[in-house]
């Protein structure tokens, strides 16, 4: 079984499948108006299709063997993932036309507050937390779990273990 070892998410290595923005610690991030209340405006963008109505929900996930077992993608959609309440693993891949290609997957150490944008057509999966049960918001077009994605699951000979 091929090992793959977490490291820590960057603008650099995340941008093969998307866009990164530390929502919940903005930092210097250009703000309108100033303390107490500043508004971030326009952090990240999820490119969708052109009459899309966003759907936000929420996924739950609680501690597994850090073993990828399946991938997905959406091929019309980008697919917002957001933790909040713990720092999380994502592996992703890179878009390719719908053929998996596990001996591309990364993974990385995302921390709790920090947007995940996979573009349209990156492959990944249901996040692992780190420290026990996690929540995550998930920004999609409505119903694309129904229209739009496309779930394939490894041979076992494929399965990947993440490392820490």
């Known amino acids: 079984m091929k090992t793959i070892k ?3 998410v960057t603008q650099e290595n995340w941008a093969p499948y998307g866009y990164l923005a530390n929502i919940a610690d903005p930092g210097d991030a250009y703000g309108l108006g100033s303390y107490p209340c500043t508004f971030h405006r326009d952090m990240a963008l999820a490119p969708m299709a052109s009459s899309a109505t966003i759907a936000f929900g929420s996924l739950k996930v609680g501690p597994r ?3 990828i077992r399946d991938v997905e993608y959406h091929s019309e959609a980008s697919e917002v993932m957001m933790p909040f309440d713990d720092d999380m693993v994502m592996y992703a891949g890179p878009a390719n036309g719908g053929v998996p290609e596990p001996d591309k997957l990364e ?4 921390p709790k507050g920090t947007m995940t944008i996979f573009r349209a057509g990156a492959w990944h999966g249901a996040p692992f937390p780190l420290h026990g049960d996690g929540t995550l918001l ?3 077009p409505e119903r694309t779990y129904l229209t739009d994605t496309y779930k394939i699951f490894l041979e076992e000979q494929d399965y990947i273990k993440i490392e820490i």
């Open 6 to 8: 977490a490291v820590p």
């Open 65 to 67: 063997e850090m073993l």
């Open 107 to 110: 993974a990385f150490i995302i």
């Open 138 to 140: 998930i920004c999609l």
